[in-house]
Antibody, heavy 124, light 112 residues
Framework: QVHLQQSGPGLVKPSQTLSLTCAISGDSVSSNGAAWNWIRQSPSRGLEWLARTYYRSEWFNDYALSVKSRITINPDTSKNQFSLQLNSVTPEDTAVYYC??????????????WGQGTVVTVSS | DNVMTQSPLSLPVTLGQPASISCRSSQSLVFRDGNTYLNWFQQRPGQSPRRLIYNVSNRDSGVPDRFSGSGSGTDFELKISRVEAEDVGVYYCMQGTHWPRTFGQGTKVEIK
């Protein structure tokens, strides 16, 4: 059974970096049949996909245009996890952040498993 | 970005009665592989979203058969045949055909 466990601080100061981690059990971050996503949810923006990382003989990352200049997603194969870094945060980045999995086979199996969510508040 | 529009945004229902949520896409969701990547998620209060339906009409494991999905092209529907108390929450459609993936605004289901 696949489980995603999120960790990271719930309070970040404006202009600083938001950092979250999603630890994977029951699957592998470097699986050729999976991809790993970050999504956030806020009252103003709803559910918003942010980033994806996946391994297909090499690593690939995709980012939402709205945050592309400030965001990095990184896999960590030694710990079987992946992380999110969002730089230069403002109060508009206040949201619940989720990690989620895709699986790929005969069809794209999108967001089938989600982490528990992390409430992140950007405030001084 | 592809826009997903749900209606209604609020849906008061009587226990045991049916409920229906509509989702409309600004573009056809038929992908070049022939699949239509339209999923439905349920978010109960204080919980993460949970996928109910994938690729228009396929129920996820453990999802009660009172939930069903239908539609094609740009118009889709989630039906609950007989609403139960545990169905209270917000329901989202999501498209995975066009990048970036986008969600509807959500429909809040509550008991009358």
């Amino acid at each position: 059974q696949v489980h995603l466990q999120q960790s990271g601080p719930g309070l970040v100061k404006p202009s600083q970096t938001l950092s979250l981690t999603c630890a994977i059990s029951g699957d592998s971050v470097s699986s050729n049949g999976a991809a790993w996503n970050w999504i956030r949810q806020s009252p103003s923006r709803g559910l918003e996909w942010l980033a994806r990382t996946y391994y297909r003989s090499e690593w690939f990352n995709d980012y939402a245009l709205s945050v592309k200049s400030r965001i990095t997603i990184n896999p960590d194969t030694s710990k079987n996890q992946f992380s999110l870094q969002l730089n230069s945060v403002t109060p508009e980045d206040t949201a619940v952040y989720y990690c989620a999995r895709d699986r790929y086979g005969d069809y794209d199996d999108i967001f089938d498993i989600w982490g528990q969510g992390t409430v992140v508040t950007v405030s001084s | 970005d592809n826009v997903m529009t749900q209606s209604p945004l609020s849906l008061p229902v009587t226990l045991g009665q049916p409920a229906s949520i509509s989702c409309r896409s600004s573009q056809s969701l038929v992908f070049r592989d022939g699949n239509t990547y339209l999923n439905w998620f349920q978010q109960r209060p204080g919980q993460s979203p949970r996928r109910l339906i994938y690729n228009v009409s396929n129920r996820d494991s453990g999802v009660p058969d009172r939930f069903s999905g239908s539609g094609s092209g740009t118009d889709f529907e989630l039906k609950i045949s007989r609403v139960e108390a545990e169905d209270v929450g917000v329901y989202y459609c999501m498209q995975g055909t066009h990048w970036p993936r986008t969600f509807g605004q959500g429909t809040k289901v509550e008991i009358k």
